[in-house]
């Protein structure tokens, strides 16, 4: 069997991976390949609009074979910005990269200067973009036109989230496994059920910091697989209700997380259709008061949220109109 080619030399690649796509792949792919020893600086400062720290999860999710520095200098992004812009990178880079690299891999046309104040020698990589034809700048304008260029761990990031919510027994598993149906995605199920059938239904109040975590891991995970929209049974503020009609309290870290978690849309289910009981239903005589608290919920918290209701095949018709104006008018 013929042997590889040995790998020698230290290389190093610089950018913001704002977001990180399928070019950034083919870049630090190629120079993984071409050196033994591989270093990633993801750059970022505060004004920038996706989180630095966030990049720098993302890239070491990525690339975990790969020594990646999270660089947070708030110096000049351009060469127009200072007079001393290159003597003012050098020093950054040599202070988190003492030892000079052998090579220097880039796709833009800064590499070559870049190359040079460190004294190392540059290898382009794809500058026309004829291999991978894409950039971060195209990505964040219309993340759903590229998302086949989205890795896995940072569509998330992109996915509109779209809540079913409401009382009981007004359809929304069934609204939310059809929807994603249509949609060609998932659907984040309601955690507590399947918690709750083991016990014949019943909830203790210790039950409920379960079903809240239970529903972050669940929405959390399926958010990777989802394609450009994700559909959830339920939410943290569904629990925040339920917890404070069973037991008049619940537990402060679920009422912070659900004011941090947000979703693109809400489609809140009247209660115009028939009460089907089973045994994690309770309150048939409260569906309207119940109606009125989600719908406080929401409105003091500024959720967008649109109030779905009449027969089924109604329902489905306004849930994906409404869907449907998120999905092309943001």
Not at 43 to 63: T, V
């Amino acid at each position: 069997m013929e042997k590889g080619l040995q790998k020698t030399g230290t290389g190093m690649i610089l950018g913001k991976f704002m977001p990180p796509h399928l070019g950034h792949q083919y870049l630090i792919d190629f120079a993984r390949n071409y050196v033994d020893r591989l270093t990633v600086l993801v750059c970022s400062i505060q004004s920038e609009p996706i989180p630095g720290y966030l990049r720098y999860c993302w890239m070491r999710e990525m690339f975990p074979d790969v020594e990646v520095v999270h660089v947070t200098d708030e110096i000049p992004q351009e060469p127009k910005e200072h007079p001393d812009f290159w003597q003012i990178w050098y020093g950054t880079i040599r202070r988190v990269l003492p030892t000079r690299p052998d090579y220097v891999f880039a796709s833009e046309d800064y590499g070559w200067k870049l190359a040079e104040i460190l004294g190392a020698t540059y290898i382009p990589v794809d500058h026309m973009r004829s291999t991978v034809n894409i950039s971060g700048t195209k990505v964040r304008q219309d993340p759903f036109a590229n998302w086949n260029y989205i890795p896995p761990c940072v569509r998330p990031y992109f996915v509109r989230r779209i809540c079913i919510f409401g009382p009981e027994s007004t359809g929304k598993s069934t609204l939310a496994q059809n929807l994603a149906s249509h949609y060609n995605t998932v659907w984040v199920s309601e955690y507590a059920r399947g918690l709750l059938d083991v016990k014949g239904g019943w909830c203790d109040f210790e039950d409920i910091s379960k079903i809240a975590r239970g529903q972050i891991a669940s929405e959390n995970a399926l958010a990777r697989q989802a394609n450009r929209l994700l559909f959830c049974d339920t939410d943290l503020l569904t629990t925040t209700i339920w917890s404070d009609v069973l037991f008049g309290e619940c537990p402060e870290w679920i009422h912070d997380e659900a004011n941090r978690r947000t979703y693109d849309l809400y489609l809140l289910l009247d209660v115009d259709v028939p009460w089907v009981d089973d045994n994690q239903r309770f309150l048939p005589h409260l569906r309207e008061e119940f109606r009125d608290r989600c719908i406080q919920s929401l409105e003091s918290r500024g959720r967008r949220f649109v109030v779905i209701r009449g027969t089924w095949a109604e329902r489905f018709e306004l849930s994906v109109a409404a869907v449907d104006g998120i999905l092309h008018n943001g």
